[in-house]
């Protein structure tokens, strides 16, 4: 790499001084070439006075005169002009003077810009704030110290207050804003002013009654049930419900226009809302009246399409939302209206119009709606441009692409491109792809990616306490998109003060090995943890270490994937160390549309990890894993989603060897049935059915002391070989879970989210266990329940999750309940 670097290095200083030589080679020529008359119409030199050295250097940057350019007026004036534009100075002017060679070294002339600073801003000040927070004010404005003076910005901070206030329930609120001139110590200082915003605040004003009258079909209480404004109750202090807000009531009538639209009143009017005010010495209140007239409630009649239509008309209509006969709803005619330009779309025709032309027929209360097509001419790509990225590299998103420059446009494969960006979660959510055709060449298209970059870095610290394990405690750090390239690099810690806990764990992603298709993954971790099965086998260390590599089938979502891995188990307190290498194809279907924030999206995977033979160790083993999980919106902003997921999983050892206890199964907990204390899930000789069969004995030994020993009387008279059969854990599992997500905020970007869920799941051990204890053994749909409710915080450190989970099948010696909280992704 030394001697590459090495050559690379020189090649490039050799082509960099050739370059260098051969422009100083047309300058000399250029300069033997042009007339003396031409030498005094250059410019030989640009000075700027009045300013510092930094904005000079932003003045010469910007202008479009140039040292060694024939001098225009039309340019100076211009030049002029760029300047003024920057909003830096308040007087600027050009003055030009003839060099000679002894002044500047070469004949021509010098151009001097001369301008005047705008006084710079010392220091804002509030003045009458009592009612919020002076911080919440300044952290909103946009006014910064040393800014020049700028009347319009003075305007728009102002606004800024009131805006902010009126947010807060105080629309009576007035701002004032005063300009003082602020003395300067030194002369060199410039100019400077003060802004003080003085305020003259009002009560607080509450929305005590809304009131709707007019309305026939739909009542007063199904109109309150959706708009936004809410009257004051009694948890009005707590969460602020019940303010008024100006802005909200404009929401709302907007609200309910769409609402009636939506159900086929296509004349509703909203007259203007009389807003009664009553004054209090503490607080203020409102009453909103609204008045409706709904009309009549009109239905779909003739559906057809006419113009440029491709293939067949019928095959047009079949995929329409509109449906004759049903109650006509604008809102649906602009999806199909979506939906046919999206099928033009992908044919190429980028510049298709759809116009919706309607008919209305108050006779009969219906709306005939033809969709005029007008195709235009097919579009090809031009320029496929990048802004906004300041991390990521170009070449990570330029691979995303599924258009390329020169080919036919494709409108699905727009639409792809933009989810592949969204999908890879280094960019806020709701990328969005521009297109912008060229002025002088109309079949020629450019893409541009606006991006704004999201935290692709975590850090998680935790620190808790147990009976068994002590104080303990861990440590994550997670960084995705490292360097800009893509990758994703994990390293975390866990440790326990008890039962040598400890575990340590580096795992390095990349999504796209040399850019290509195929991704891969390399991991080793490290652990120390005491043996807490009934087997005390003392202290058992693992190492384990592996890599996968994943490739698209056919298309992008199914991929087909290889793990190859090993790992040592270590007991210190026993014999049989474990040696498993294991070799694990997978198939994953994957069109989630966010790896933090899904909408929507199926997401399933099917995977078989052979351990043991013919790839050595002294395990012997086959699992298999099937994976389901899908996303649903339920609503139109995508804030309300339901999630399903569910999970199976069989062992099955081979040639004989006994399945490890650390590979059985246990389910229960915070991942997967919550309600339930971790693992405690375990089929029959579980801890927790060793406990709820739990019995005493008082044994005497050989010296006549007398010990209580426990037992599982389920056990009582097999031989030594039957109890060796029994053993914790299940060799099949299957795991359900429902939520459904809702943020606790009206900010549809909330990053507090709740929800409900309902979880079950449940274990099966071999068929001899249960012969053995006299148990009977569970069906598939034999489950334990539970249900609950929680709430997620999304944070730069994780997802921290709150939940509580209440078992819905009790039984006798059990809690009723758990609450439990993580640390974790957010599905």
């Not at 004010?137 to 728009?156: H, R, S």
Request: aromatic share 12%; glycine share 8%.
């Amino acid at each position: 790499m030394n001697l590459l670097s090495s050559v690379f290095s020189f090649l490039f200083a050799f082509v960099f001084m050739g370059y260098l030589c051969l422009s100083n080679f047309n300058q000399v020529l250029y300069a033997q070439t042009t007339s003396s008359a031409d030498l005094f119409s250059l410019i030989s030199e640009i000075e700027i006075k009045g300013t510092s050295e930094l904005e000079s250097s932003q003045i010469l940057f910007l202008i479009e005169s140039q040292v060694g350019e024939p001098l225009s007026s039309k340019a100076v004036r211009r030049d002029i002009h760029s300047i003024y534009q920057m909003k830096l100075f308040e007087d600027v002017q050009a003055e030009v003077k003839l060099q000679d060679s002894e002044e500047s070294g070469a004949k021509g002339y010098l151009l001097r810009f001369v301008v005047k600073e705008r006084p710079r801003l010392s220091e804002v000040k509030l003045v009458g704030v009592m009612l919020v927070e002076r911080t919440e004010i300044e952290e909103k404005m946009t006014l910064v110290q040393y800014d020049p003076f700028d009347q319009e910005k003075i305007a728009i901070n102002e606004q800024i207050i009131l805006e902010f206030y009126r947010s807060e329930g105080y629309p009576g609120v007035r701002v004032k804003s005063r300009v003082e001139v602020v003395e300067s110590r030194l002369e060199s200082e410039g100019k400077k002013f003060r802004v003080v915003f003085e305020m003259e605040e009002k009560p607080r004003v509450y929305l005590s009654d809304i009131y709707i009258s007019g309305t026939k079909y739909y009542s007063e209480l199904d109109i309150k049930r959706f708009i936004l404004s809410s009257e004051i109750d009694c948890v009005a202090w707590a969460n602020q419900s019940g303010l008024f807000r100006e802005e909200m009531i404009n929401q709302d009538l907007s609200l309910i226009t769409q609402h009636y639209l939506k159900n086929g009143f296509i004349n509703v009017f909203i007259e203007k809302p009389d807003v009664t005010l009553i004054h209090n010495p503490d607080y203020s209140r409102v009453d909103v009246r609204l008045n409706i007239t709904e009309g009549d409630q009109y239905y779909s009649g003739k559906i057809s399409v006419s113009g440029d239509i491709l293939g067949k008309k019928e095959k047009l209509l079949e995929g329409l939302l509109l449906e004759q006969g049903e109650i006509y709803n604008p809102f649906l005619q602009n999806r199909d209206r979506s939906g046919i330009s999206e099928i033009y779309y992908e044919r190429g025709y980028a510049f298709v119009r759809v116009v919706p032309e309607t008919k209305v027929h108050k006779e009969t209360k219906t709306v005939d709606v033809t969709y005029r097509i007008l195709k235009g001419e097919k579009a090809y790509i031009g320029r496929l441009e990048i802004a906004g990225n300041k991390e990521t590299r170009d070449h990570v998103i330029r691979r995303e692409f599924e258009l390329q420059e020169e080919e036919l446009f494709n409108g699905k494969k727009l639409r792809l491109s933009q989810e592949n960006l969204n999908r890879l979660g280094f960019f806020q959510s709701g990328v969005i792809l521009e297109r912008s055709p060229r002025d002088q060449e109309d079949n020629l298209l450019d893409i541009m990616a606006r991006l704004k970059e999201a935290q692709t870095g975590t850090f998680q610290a935790q620190v808790g306490y147990s009976d068994f394990s002590g104080f303990s405690g861990g440590v994550t750090l997670s960084k995705g998109n490292l360097l800009g390239s893509g990758r994703t690099l994990r390293i975390s810690a866990q440790f326990a003060e008890q039962s040598v806990q400890q575990k340590f764990d580096i795992t390095l992603i990349d999504p796209r090995l040399f850019d290509s298709q195929v991704s891969g993954s390399v991991f080793t971790t490290r652990s120390k943890v005491q043996d807490s099965t009934e087997f005390e086998r003392g202290i058992i260390t693992e190492n384990n270490y592996g890599f996968s590599l994943a490739m698209p089938l056919y298309f992008r979502n199914l991929r087909f994937g290889t793990q190859i891995s090993s790992l040592d188990r270590i007991y210190s307190d026993s014999g049989g160390d474990i040696y498993k290498h294991s070799v694990s194809p997978s198939l994953t279907y994957n069109t989630v549309n966010h790896p933090v924030f899904p909408s929507g999206g199926l997401k399933t995977s099917f995977r078989v990890i052979q351990t043991g033979t013919p790839f050595g160790g002294n395990i012997q083993l086959r699992e298999y894993r099937l994976q389901y999980q899908q996303f649903w919106a339920m609503n139109q902003n995508n804030t309300l989603i339901l999630m399903a997921k569910g999970r199976f999983g069989l062992l099955q050892d081979q040639g004989g060897s006994p399945i490890p206890s650390e590979d059985r199964y246990r389910v229960g907990g915070i991942d997967s049935v919550r309600g339930h204390y971790y693992y405690r899930i375990a089929g029959p000789y579980g801890p927790s059915e060793q406990l709820r069969n739990r019995e005493y004995r008082v044994i005497t030994d050989e010296l006549g002391y007398q010990q209580t020993k426990t037992y599982d009387s389920r056990a009582v008279g097999l031989s030594t070989n039957e109890l060796q059969e029994l053993k914790s854990g299940g060799i099949s599992e299957r795991v359900f879970n429902l939520e459904l997500l809702f943020p606790l905020s009206q900010d549809e970007n909330s990053f507090v989210r709740g929800l409900v869920f309902m979880d079950a799941g449940n274990v099966n051990a071999e068929s001899r266990q249960y012969q053995l204890l006299g148990e009977t053994e569970p069906g598939i749909f034999d489950l334990r329940k539970s249900a609950g409710f929680g709430v997620r915080v999304i944070t730069p450190m994780g997802v921290l999750r709150f939940e509580y989970g209440s078992k819905l099948d009790k039984r006798p010696d059990e809690t009723p309940d758990r609450f439990e909280f993580t640390v974790s992704g957010l599905f």
